[in-house]
């Protein structure tokens, strides 16, 4: 049973969310069944019998039968079929009564159709079918209903909310049709007889969408329904803020910056990511030379999510999260996963039960830091066109997406116990209250928020709070192949670059992170441009590794803590990093328990560098362990290659600390002994453990990656010298069942 409430009640809750989250294209058809709905809501003295125009039988006496829902018809303006006018009286042509009132008429008259091209209100020819064939004179002016424009925006994203005629007694509906009767006589001089479908029918075919939301707002303020009058034009405002937010956000993520300076249609180069449905899931372990434990993860990979799959309809039905966490390592396509959900948004192709999706990106939120601000103030400061909205009015709506990016480089604590309650979203705090309190679910108490981070750095969920958990995983082989289909237009070139990077092994496996992929794309593409031909690729690994690095380290970094880590002190970082990294892999050892992790680093390296990552095993039941590793095993034996160089270069030690034995080894620079006992201690291990961090090693004496790693050297050398002795020393071992790794120690010196 529904609840019925006085004349001026509002609409019900699921019928303004019908409006809020439907097309603009409003067609008689769905405004017939808003209406239908709301009829439920009139007066327990009126029967919706009553209002209608009896089309059908007759209604049964019993209780299931009290309101009779006419059927559904086509409106005016649906199907080809012309409209019978074989019973009407034609007169002269008079001006249109809409024409007559200046107040009325569209800032632009000319314009029929929206910027895509499709018509807003119903067809031009199809609603002039009522002009044309029953034309009648001006009607009396109608000092009353005069508005201001103001409220009318863009003509394609108008809602024509005419629930707003049935939320009162049917006696008052009754008199709003005679007062539509009384100022235009000639379109309604059957209105008494008219049901809403028809009423909806003949304004629209008269006045068109817009002229029909003006003019029953201003009948309803002289019925003194100012209630209505308002929400009515609250929904027209909401609609019109969310057609401008939409256009915002096209131009804001339509663009991917790919090479310095160039970007891209974001559609052109979006590739389908591996989403899983469940969290924990370690890093990738796929290795070229040796074969590592597989971890035991806290759950098993669930299914893998689309992108239209995440934050659906459906899935937010099955699980009700207030909050949902997006996990994953550095580099995996988090950022590039929420542009894409936004674009489609803001083009409508998915995810339109959200009303409206505001992107906070961290980047952003940090300019309010230092001085107290309201939620409003944030959304109108970032997304101007929003001004005209109280966001306060949001509280009414269930679908509210917030999407904070990178919410783990925020440095402040989320003191979620004592952190004082905050529910008023005009009035203005600290950032770290608006954020503690949007998470909580105290500020527009009815929304969703989504954050991306990276796994297990910073606890954002509230203890009381029902939140839910995704990871991206990166690419899968299949996409790696499509990333560079797209972003190579020429297909003689994708498919080079897809040879190339198959042919080294541990690059294809890395290419999993869309950040290497891109890494790998940016350089092929600077070649192909420099030859103007398909010219030979680096087969230098080590140049690679060493371009993420300084993208994780150095360009990444600084949007995380800019101010916090000084040349020397990066430095130190990557020494005691590498150092950890290097008895490690001594040890056989590819993760390690969080507790044993040195504290000194362990921020740097899992939430501001994103080298390593942390995340939960189970090694027995019931019995769960944190562990950190770094994001991928051959990161762990490139960083401890570098650390075992810089030290001999800055430092002139040797980590191995022997003398080497061999006398055939030629004399050279002092790095040499370096080289030296690393080619013994490799020749020793039979699993090959040491295998890519000799290739690492050799690779960084190479001139391109030297000129890469100056940064961090305290004096040069000769480049030159020291790729020629490292070529000799090569050479001079012979050992058949080191040869294949060692043909690839020359590759990585570009011999």
Request: glycine letters at 4%; proline letters at 5%; one cysteine or more.
């Amino acid at each position: 049973m529904h609840d019925h409430a006085g004349t001026d009640r509002l609409p019900c809750d699921n019928t303004v969310q019908r409006f809020c989250w439907s097309s603009p294209h409003l067609s008689s058809v769905l405004l017939y069944d808003i209406m239908a709905d709301s009829l439920v809501m009139s007066s327990e003295n009126s029967s919706i019998g009553d209002a209608v125009s009896g089309r059908g039988e007759g209604a049964s006496n019993e209780d299931e039968d009290l309101y009779y829902i006419p059927e559904r018809r086509p409106s005016l303006d649906l199907g080809p079929a012309p409209m019978d006018t074989s019973h009407w009286h034609f007169v002269d042509q008079a001006l249109s009564p809409a024409e007559s009132y200046g107040s009325l008429n569209s800032d632009d008259p000319e314009e029929k159709e929206d910027e895509e091209g499709s018509s807003t209100r119903y067809s031009q020819h199809k609603r002039s079918s009522w002009k044309e064939q029953s034309h009648f004179p001006a009607a009396t002016p109608l000092t009353a209903m005069t508005v201001k424009r103001s409220f009318l925006g863009k003509r394609c994203d108008q809602v024509l909310d005419f629930n707003s005629l049935t939320c009162a007694a049917m006696d008052e509906f009754l008199t709003f049709k005679w007062k539509l009767w009384t100022h235009f006589p000639q379109p309604f001089s059957g209105s008494q007889s008219m049901d809403i479908v028809d009423l909806v029918d003949r304004l629209l075919e008269t006045f068109g969408c817009e002229k029909s939301v003006v003019i029953t707002r201003t009948v309803l303020v002289t019925m003194s329904k100012s209630k209505l009058a308002e929400f009515l034009q609250t929904l027209c405002t909401k609609n019109e803020v969310r057609y401008e937010l939409r256009t915002a956000l096209k131009k804001k993520f339509a663009e991917e910056l790919i090479m310095e300076g160039e970007t891209v249609p974001l559609d052109d180069i979006y590739t389908d990511l591996c989403i899983s449905s469940a969290a924990d899931n370690g890093p990738n372990i796929e290795h070229e030379i040796m074969k590592i434990d597989k971890l035991n993860t806290k759950r098993t990979p669930d299914k893998l999510l689309s992108l239209a799959e995440t934050l659906s309809q459906e899935m937010l039905n099955s699980c009700y999260p207030r909050l949902m966490f997006l996990h994953g390592v550095a580099g995996s396509g988090k950022s590039m996963f929420v542009k894409k959900l936004v674009l489609d948004w803001a083009l409508e192709r998915s995810h339109q039960h959200f009303s409206f999706i505001f992107p906070l990106a961290l980047r952003e939120l940090k300019q309010f830091e230092s001085s107290e601000i309201s939620l409003e103030e944030i959304i109108w400061t970032l997304y101007p066109e929003t001004k005209r909205l109280k966001i306060e009015s949001l509280k009414s709506e269930d679908n509210v997406l917030f999407i904070f990016d990178g919410l783990d480089e925020y440095t402040e604590e989320f003191d979620f116990a004592q952190t004082e309650i905050h529910s008023d979203s005009s009035s203005r705090v600290s950032l770290n209250i608006n954020l503690v309190n949007i998470l909580r679910g105290r500020l527009l108490s009815s929304s969703m928020c989504l954050v991306t981070t990276r796994p297990q750095v910073n606890p954002f969920a509230p203890w009381d709070a029902h939140y839910d958990e995704l990871e991206v995983c990166g690419f899968s082989d299949a996409s790696k192949d499509e990333y560079f289909k797209k972003r190579f237009k020429d297909p003689n070139q994708a498919a080079t670059v897809i040879q190339y990077v198959k042919s080294l092994k541990s690059l294809h496996i890395m290419c999993h992170l869309p950040l290497v992929c891109t890494l790998v794309a940016d350089e092929c593409q600077r070649i192909f441009r420099e030859t103007r031909s398909v010219a030979k690729l680096p087969r230098s690994l080590t140049y690679m590794y060493t371009k993420l690095l300084l993208t994780l380290v150095r360009h990444l970094r600084k949007t995380r803590a800019p101010d916090l880590l000084s040349p020397e002190a990066e430095q130190n970082f990557l020494l005691e990093l590498g150092k950890l990294a290097f008895t490690m892999l001594e040890k056989g050892q590819f993760k390690i328990i969080s507790t044993d992790w040195p504290e000194s680093i362990a921020e740097e390296a899992v939430v501001r560098s994103g080298l390593c990552t942390q995340y939960t095993i189970t090694p027995y039941v019931l019995f769960y362990e944190d562990m950190v590793s770094f994001i991928h095993p051959t990161v762990q034996e490139y960083l401890a290659a570098l650390y075992a160089y810089l030290i001999s270069r800055n430092q002139e030690k040797n980590i191995f600390d022997v003398k080497p034995k061999f006398s055939v080894y030629p004399k050279g620079h002092k790095i040499m002994d370096l080289y030296k006992a690393a080619m013994e201690k490799s020749l020793q291990s039979p699993d090959g453990k040491l295998d890519m961090f000799l290739r690492f090693l050799f690779g960084m004496a190479c001139k391109t990656n030297q000129e890469l790693l100056h940064p961090f050297l305290k004096s040069p050398a000769k480049a030159g010298d020291l790729t020629r002795d490292c070529v000799s020393l090569i050479k001079k071992v012979k050992e058949p069942s080191a040869s294949s790794n060692l043909q690839r120690c020359l590759e990585e010196l570009e011999m």
